[in-house]
């Protein structure tokens, strides 16, 4: 099959179980090749297992995932290349320097050695992290290892780039620093994003189009404006808007979840994981 | 929800444009066939060289109980001259065992750092990476076989510094180094073949000691197969570590020894380890 370029990601129908937990329950879903797109919603979701579909690190059992056309049950490695993955933990490594932390996924992804050292050390300079480049990474604010993290997913030169709960426990100031970073990398570069969270007022602001997860499907897709904007036309037609100012995004997953959306999103491991991060970042 | 992001500073493409980015543009040629594995066990030496040279603290740590053995058991026993060791004083025949437990002691737990590396997030990133398991796993054996490599040197010094009188012939110092890596690749690879199936470190920890007291003991570190009951010999010709002191004894010493076979079996036991320890490690990725 040709691969279709205007697509960046298409699931079709894609359903993961943990044991008797559906975590992906027949997700279809389109991510545009150049687009910033934002996969929403609370712990527990489904938001990382199709993630994990998507980068080939959990098999494919129904439904289909293809990336940039390849299929990622099928065609891993051609997908994997395709990729660059910042996962949900702070997964620089705290021995390593900033620098070599960024070579090894250089040479992981077979970057020759004569042109390793520029393209490290430009990876390094589009996060701004040249002066700290040879300090360990242990030494490291969150905010300025999520940067190496993304520095280490630019160094391949990525079509795809997949981040994970970036922000996850950082400050306002570092988080703004992080989505700036992912901005300006993608206006530089074309490079698609792929990015949940669920910070819904980043997802508002950042991305170009958003999908609301819950409970393993996508429930709602479009820009932050037109879900908002569709929401706000509901409630007037049901004469239930009242002085209400436009809706957010976080009004647009209450009116989508419903009662659904309680305090028991997340599984235990869900939440340890979280809470993980966010303690290592400060 | 959260608060907020702060207003924007910071960086806008033309600054990227302007800095540089042209080799992010570009993706690097994909290694093919045979040249990717190779890399990738290159790769990962390099990260444990670099950490190990960042921080060398666990290289004299690790070293305090070798010299024990060594300078405690070595000698008492030299002067008991309880164990029949053909004419070799008995702290020279128990170095190789030695330098062959101090090798095995670092690879045997190296699956912790296999699931410390899950955990930090780290093993998913490199698994998303155009890395066929099998090589990951060699690529990590190696890592370990240059970290117990370092480790052994230690433990040579100081068996030399305390008479043992081993060969400086650099082509069977050669011959050392490849028996101490091939077997630290088959202990680690056994480590992150247990970490794939207990998921855990506490778990992974347990294993770990009871099962490396067991592989010293029942080898012929201590002592000559011939002493041993007919039970032990058996556990001991099936125990790959017996193969690697059996070389070590013969390469640093120059005692009769087997090393075709010895190497046959440790190459086998290693190709064995990296596939059991391929084959479990999506379980550590779900």
Known sequence: MTPDVAEAVACTGLAYAFGETNAVDGLDLTVREGEVFGLLGPNGAGKTTAIRCMTTLLPVLAGMVRVF???????????????????????ADASLTGRENVALFARVFD????????RV?????????????????????????????????????????????PTIGLDPIARTGVWEHIGAVRAATGMTVLVTTHYM????????????????????????TELREGLGARRRAAGTAGTDPLPTLEDVFRDIAGSGLDESSGDFRDVRSTRRTARRVG | M???????????????????????????????????????????????????????????????????????????FTRLRAIPTDGVPYIDY????????????????????????????????????????????????????VKSLVQAVVVILIAALLGVALTWNPLKLLGVAAIVVLGSVFFSCLSMTIAGIVLNRDRLMGFGQAITMPLFFGSNALYPLSVMPGWLQAVSKANPLSYQVDALRGLLLGTPHHLALDFAVLLVAAALGVAAASSLLGRLAR
């Open chain 1, 69 to 91: 056309g390849h299929d990622a049950a099928g065609d891993r490695m051609a997908v994997r290349r395709l990729l660059g993955y910042v996962p949900q933990q702070l997964s």
């Open chain 1, 111 to 118: 970057v020759p050695r004569r042109e390793r050292a520029a």
């Open chain 1, 121 to 165: 050390g430009q990876a390094l300079a589009a996060v701004g992290l040249t002066d700290a480049a040879d300090r360990l990474a242990g030494t490291y604010s969150g905010g300025m290892v999520r940067r190496l993290e993304l520095a280490q997913a630019l160094v391949s030169a990525p079509r795809l780039l997949i981040l994970d709960e």
């Open chain 1, 201 to 224: 007022d980043e997802a508002d602001q950042y991305c170009d189009r958003v999908g609301l997860m819950h409970r393993g499907r996508i429930r709602a897709l479009g820009t932050p």
């Open chain 2, 2 to 76: 959260s608060e907020a992001p702060a207003a924007p500073p910071a960086g806008s493409a033309d600054q990227y444009r302007a800095d540089g980015i042209d080799l992010l543009l570009r993706p690097p040629e994909p290694r093919a066939g045979w040249r990717l594995l190779p890399a990738r066990v290159v790769a990962m030496c390099a990260v444990e060289l670099q950490k190990l040279r960042h921080d060398s603290t666990e290289l004299y740590t690790r070293a305090v109980q070798p010299a024990l053995w060594l300078l405690i058991f070595g000698q008492t």
């Open chain 2, 94 to 145: 128990l170095a190789p065992g030695i330098i062959a437990q101090s090798a095995m002691f670092i690879a045997i737990f190296y699956g912790i750092q296999i699931i410390w590396e899950r955990d930090a997030g780290i093993l998913n990133k490199l698994l998303v990476t155009p890395t066929p398991r099998s090589a990951l796993i060699t690529g990590k054996a190696f890592a370990a076989g």
